[in-house]
């Protein structure tokens, strides 16, 4: 995909691999990786200034990502600062998302994210009658339902594992699910915010006390965004 | 003077300090540490390979390796062979794309202007039209690193199937033909790369101010061999001492303040310390084993004794590692594996992990309060390692170049010398 992109464009600037000292006019911006410092704000500014269209590029650009996890460092996605005309989801975002939404880019059309959550076209779908009763009470499968073949056919939620497909975004081929653990949501909600969607979702089901202690599952990727630009 | 370093992994900028038209002091900078040892401190143990790949677009998959191996330690279980082949692997996946990405796109324009082979600064879009054959290899082996990842490891990155006790993923029959082909034409591609290096350089003469100083040297081997993912820890010292020591008695060698930058070495020499491909390849020599092929023999002691010669390493180990990946699932049924072993007792405290990352040394250690619980963590990342001399190295040549060359001139050609370092900005402020 990388070849192909390249000839299409030109890169007015990219640190990682050019040696271009100033930002120029450009058609579209990638932007990776959250605000986690003040002086990041202003150089994200001027980009935003000098481009016509910008995208969030991956989780942490588009909703903060891992560093959600410090208490101490902020992560704020970029849309709290700059208006943001596009979002490539994932940590990372999954192969043929990212591809294509370049190719579309180059092409100068608008990029389509799936709009259906994870469990729409799941693997483990089955009956799909979700029991919300089902106690919650695990992140991942031990090692010994890994090594089952039948426990693999079975939807997390009703094994007990905590699975965020509902609230999560379908576009990555369900990659983690077909490896036998669940879905840890880096792909972001299909709609609202990360945040909001994380408590109802969590306030539905019966967690148990341990998860609901556990401090890796809701700011994972992204924290709450209490007060808007 | 500030400059901002072009070309590196991540945002770090050169600072020099010049008083009475002398350069005092020059210092390489980033941001401040995120600060991932104290966000890992609670998580759940088989949580936190997923945590820590997060650290790393390039190097994930040796720190979520590194991390299994801690939490193996911790729990006493070792993964199958199947599941220890495929992580070799992917490793060798993760080290061709590293490898490849800065040795061409960061470094080759440098070695171009420094070995006087083009006489304007190479932009990327004269890079990609040097040797159009060149470039296809380039853009084939950046292809094989993320294929490979993504067959082996559930995804381009940030691998999904590495797991505490060994490897979620069985490599299908169709799958392991593939990344097969992958590999087999990934060796065509370096071999004509390794020849392209020798012809264009092999003849001239490496800059001596890139020369490195007496040294010590940090890195990983198996009985004395080539080997990223098990060995022991190996310091060569300055004076040709070599001690050999357990991961598990790291603390009697090096240590670090929990979230501050830096590595303390406790070893009875003062000089600056390097790990990552000049180490391995040191170490590995010393100890009547290398993996090095015939195209060793064009290169003199100078090119030896210099930094420069680090990118032609890059090189040989890609060239290496293709061979023994090609090599192992040629000669091992992966189709039929044993089971995960079960996680159910804790054996220790203290767990350890070591891999060999592209660019050296790295190690994970976790301590457990009484509830099991994690209550610290120090990850020892390579570039904080290499963080020291590459800081002096700069600084001297600096001050050399101040003397009879323009600030443009002088900023252009420190920055040379920085990315000799490959330096992993994302990974040092872990």
Redesign the interface.
Known sequence: MFPQFLEKTEITFFPFITNKKDLIKSDIALVEGCVSEESQIETLKNIRKNSTKLCALGTCAAFGGILGLSKKKRSDPISKFVEVDFVIPGCPPPINLLGNALMDLAENKSIKLPEKNMCYSCPLKGDMKANLNTLISRLLPSNSELNSDDDKQVCFLKRGILCLGPITREGCDHQCIKQGIPCEGCLGPPSKDFTSNLINFLSLVSLSNQLKRYDGIFNRFSKPILKRR | MIE?C????G?GQINYFIQNDKIHHVEFEF??V??FE??LI???L??IP??VS?IC?LCHASQSIASCKAIEDLYGVIPNFQSIIIRKVLMTAELIKSHI?HFF??SF?DLLELFSITTN?V???NL?RFDPQLTSSI?DL?KTG?EIS?LFG?????L??P?P??M??KPSKKNLIVVKRYLQKAFINIDYILHKFVDLFSEKQPPEDFDLPVLNMLGTLNNGHYDRYDGNLHIIQSDGNEIKFDILNYENYFSKEVSLFGIKFLINSPKPILTGPIARYTLSRNNGNSIYNSLLKYFDMRWKKNILFVHFLQLLEIFYEIKSAIDMLEHHNLENQE?????NKILKRDGFGSVEAPRGTLVHHYHLNESNIIDSVKLFIPTEINFPLLNESIKNYAQKLYEKEDITSLNRKVQCMVRAFDPCIACATH
Request: glycine share 12%; hydrophobic share 30%.
């Open positions: 901002i072009r070309r590196i992994e945002q941001s401040a995120r600060g104290n966000i609670g998580k759940k088989v949580d997923r945590i997060r677009g990405i796109f960061q324009p600064p932009d990327t879009s990609i853009y950046i993320t993504n559930g995804r381009i990155i940030h999904i199937t797991t006790g060994g979620l993923y089971s995960l072993p079960t996680l």
